[in-house]
């Protein structure tokens, strides 16, 4: 895969269901995600810089950055850098 720096539309993007639906004993990936955005989302508030997200042009499937990700969908940011892999 060839990775290219795109502005991209943030709602074209697409976590793995499978991933934000995973759970196991007493571990779940989407709630330990949400403590991560919680903590990220401190910086991102003071105006640190975040790092493109990492997404596959097919499905525009997410491949990185789901906290990231999740942070900017809160705060309904619509263009976003990305490596969209081809």
């Known amino acids: 895969m060839k990775f290219k720096l795109l502005i991209v539309d943030l709602g074209k993007i697409n976590p793995r269901d499978d991933l934000m639906n995973y759970r196991k004993n007493n571990y ?21 810089s975040i790092e493109p997200l990492i997404v596959n042009n097919v499905g525009w499937e997410l491949m990185d950055g789901y906290t990231r ?18």
Do not use: C, P, T
């Not at 709630?31 to 910086?43: G, Q, W």
């Not at 990700?69 to 081809?86: E, T």
């Open 69 to 86: 990700f999740m942070i900017l969908k809160k705060h309904k940011q619509k263009k976003i850098y990305a490596y969209v892999g081809f």
């Open 28 to 48: 779940s990936f989407l709630e330990e995600l949400n403590l991560r955005v919680e903590e990220m989302e401190e910086s991102f508030l003071r105006g640190s």
